[in-house]
Nanobody
Framework: QVQLVESGGGLVQPGGSLRLSCAASGSMFSIYVMNWYRQAPGKQREWVAT???????NYADSVKGRFIISRDNAKNTVYLQASSLNPEDTAVYYCNTEILGQNYWGQGTQVTVSS
């Protein structure tokens, strides 16, 4: 059983930054491929970033150059450093992993970018 818990969201001004965290249960965390997704009001949930077991990363074009995904396997935690935020980044951010065809999701953390 895998449990994911996001934190770190909040209200930030345009141009500001937030660091989101996702704490994961499970002794096999180090082998999980971890993802961040987000869902804005009235929109489909969209993929944001991925980090592999070895630390390779990939990003959606919309966040490339502004967001950084990282992981600390000793802490069973994946992070999303979100910088140069704009109102279009406002969304609920979710972490996710897939294990043997089963998707696991956290409860989400709200990011609001507004002046």
């Amino acid at each position: 059983q895998v449990q994911l818990v996001e934190s770190g969201g909040g209200l930030v001004q345009p141009g500001g930054s937030l660091r989101l965290s996702c704490a994961a249960s499970g002794s096999m965390f180090s082998i999980y491929v971890m993802n961040w997704y987000r869902q804005a009001p009235g929109k489909q949930r969209e993929w944001v970033a991925t980090i592999t077991r070895s630390g390779s990363t990939n990003y959606a074009d919309s966040v490339k150059g502004r967001f950084i995904i990282s992981r600390d396997n000793a802490k069973n935690t994946v992070y999303l450093q979100a910088s140069s935020l704009n109102p279009e980044d406002t969304a609920v951010y979710y972490c996710n992993t897939e294990i043997l065809g089963q998707n696991y999701w956290g409860q989400g953390t709200q990011v609001t970018v507004s002046s």
